[in-house]
């Protein structure tokens, strides 16, 4: 087994707090300036459709880069498993079979 552990990080409450809080504060600066906008409301319609879109994409693109960092940790997990199982077996005093008496 490896000497090394890997340490999952976790966010502090106050971290996840002061993400929320920030999240709410810039949509609802984005949602005030487009709902004062001075503009038809079709054109108000059309950013914040265009808000929600990029808000939901940004979500997805923070979730799959996630998923691959979880991904790329497990195989390195099971690669280092692999090893540490070689170098356990190996006997490099064993005699080859193979080799003259």
């Not at 999240?23 to 609802?28: I, K, R």
């Not at 459709?49 to 997805?60: A, E, K, M, P, R």
Request: charged fraction near 20%.
């Amino acid at each position: 087994m490896s000497d090394t552990t890997s340490v999952k990080q976790q966010s502090t409450a106050a971290f996840y707090g002061q993400a929320v809080a920030s999240f709410l504060v810039a949509m609802g600066a984005v949602a005030l300036g487009i709902v004062y906008l001075d503009a038809d409301a079709w054109v108000r319609a059309f950013l914040a459709i265009g808000v929600l879109y990029l808000v939901t994409s940004c979500f997805t693109l923070a979730k799959v880069i996630r998923d691959r960092q979880e991904a790329d940790q497990i195989v390195s997990r099971v690669d280092q498993a692999r090893l540490e199982k070689i170098l356990a077996e190996h006997d490099p005093f064993r005699k080859s079979e193979s080799a003259p008496p």
